[in-house]
């Protein structure tokens, strides 16, 4: 009954989202906030290892509390603070232009909710992806591993990490038009360079 009601509200929310053209914004959120958060999560893991790190609760709670702290603080709360002022304000000047009140029509309404359905997915994207990036860190754990090989889940993590950015460009290149393969590559070259630069950090020290 639980899960009904939530995903008839979320079907909800999907129509004035639709309504208002939302979709689009929230689209562009996911995408910009999932990149910062894989680049910061990358940039933890690769930290605390040529830091010389070893523990793997580290290695997860860094990641865990960076995401956390910008997918909900920034993700959620302010972007919902941002798209409601946005959505009230042009609520409020096309009363004026229609001289006439829209309160507790379909119109007040989506301006309401839609920010929710914004801040949903733009906080998604800054928590979900990093969350699945650890997940070698997050087995290691799980299984109990005594004495991991903590290069080996480093170097996993990262591979995943870039993975998820091919898949974030391939995407973007798929509603650009532009060459999907050629623009997932762009966006791994990126957590690839980091990758390199903190391996070249690490052997000379």
Known sequence: MFFETLFR????????ASILKAKEIARRMFVTNSFDGLLSSLGVVLGNYVSGTVSLESYIGTVLGASFSLGFFSGVVA????ERAERLRELKRTER???HSLKGTIYEKAAKLVPVYVAFWSGLGAMLLP??????????????????????????SAAIMIIELFALGYYLGSISGEN?????????????????FFTVIHVAG
């Open 131 to 156: 969350l699945i990036g650890i997940s070698p860190f997050l087995a290691a754990r799980l299984l109990g591993v005594n004495a991991p090989n903590v290069a080996l889940l480093v170097y996993a």
């Open 79 to 82: 972007t919902y603070l941002s």
């Open 97 to 99: 232009v229609m001289l």
């Open 9 to 16: 509200f979320y079907r909800e929310i999907v129509h004035y």
């Open 180 to 196: 999907k393969i050629l623009s997932g590559l762009r966006m791994a070259l990126i957590g690839l360079g980091s990758v390199i």
